[in-house]
């Protein structure tokens, strides 16, 4: 059956059940998804194999595997344009970079030891821009964005706690469009915070109940997730095409190149599909 979200070209085929598991397995707390530029799935999960990966249909395609506690606590993942996987330890105070075989190749921050308003404290969220900088929302120990050199190097750092302008309360997902501007997931103030790309404030959409994940597809189309729950599907200038109740906890969401759609469903502990339904050219 077709699953509407909003009105004109975003009709999708909603498929739940996508992932085909193992019989008698199931997810193992359930934090994240991203996919490469081979439309292969990665779910990062909290316990048992950290991280699944699929091919675009759901089959399994392998299983990374868990080495000396690392990683840690799993959070949000990303893929870069290299295809490097990038996986949030939370509790742990680091991002991990991944090559698309589950070989570590590099990290950010000191292992388990949290900094105050500095790298990190409980991260929440990293994302690569088109720049090739990190951009790292560090999100539950502090009220800050990071953003760092392709090479590790930190450039700088801005936020501070509160809800004002500029200021957030658990930046929770972080994206970066084509033109450098930035967008963060401000969950606990409701609200996506627009900024330039050395953190100067340009707006904010209030339009959310606890935003959870923001991302931004290679048409430059901007994806929301909220505790509604719902997705909503907007320009970088922040004016809504599309809007519908899907997920029941959408943590992240991500799209392919077919312009499909994936939630990692924290509610219902599955990844979720919308194969997005050609309605007219592009």
């Known amino acids: 059956m077709a699953t509407t979200i909003g009105m004109g070209d975003y009709i999708y085929e909603y498929q739940p059940e996508w992932a085909k598991l193992p019989a008698g397995r199931g997810f193992q707390g359930i934090s ?4 490469d530029s081979q439309d292969r799935v990665y779910v990062f999960q909290r316990q048992g194999p950290p991280v699944l990966v699929f091919d675009r249909d759901g089959n399994l395609v392998s299983a990374w595997e868990r080495r000396d506690g690392v990683p840690a606590d799993a959070h949000h993942i990303h893929v870069g344009p290299d295809d490097s996987v990038y996986l949030v330890d939370r509790d742990a105070h680091q991002v991990l970079r991944y090559s698309t075989h589950g070989e570590l190749l ?11 308003q500095a790298p990190f404290n409980h991260p ?4 690569v821009a ?13 009220s800050s964005v990071h953003r760092f050199a392709a090479d590790g190097s930190h450039i700088t750092s801005f936020g501070s706690p509160g809800s004002g302008p500029g200021q957030f309360r658990v930046p929770h997902s972080i994206r970066v469009s084509h033109d450098g501007r930035v967008y963060v997931a401000d969950r606990e103030n409701n609200r996506v915070q627009v900024f330039t790309g050395d953190g100067t404030f340009l707006e904010q959409w209030t339009d959310f109940k606890c935003p959870m994940g923001v991302h931004i597809d290679a048409r430059q189309t901007v994806y929301v997730t909220d505790q509604v729950p719902r997705i909503s599907i907007l320009n970088l200038d922040g004016e809504l095409l599309a809007r519908g109740r899907t997920f029941e906890y959408a943590h992240q969401v991500y799209t392919d190149s077919r312009g499909d759609i994936y939630g990692a ?7 979720q599909k919308l194969v997005r339904v050609k309605t007219g050219p592009e």
């Not at 590099?106 to 105050?116: I, K, P, Q």
């Not at 088109?130 to 502090?142: K, M, Q, R």
């Not at 469903?265 to 990844?271: I, K």
Request: with cysteine; charged share 20%.
């Open 265 to 271: 469903d924290t509610g219902s502990q599955r990844v």
């Open 124 to 127: 929440a969220d990293i994302c």
């Open 106 to 116: 590099a990290s950010l921050g000191t292992r388990r030891r949290a900094a105050l």
């Open 32 to 35: 994240g998804v991203a996919v």
């Open 130 to 142: 088109p720049s090739g900088d990190l951009f790292v929302a560090d999100g539950y120990g502090n």
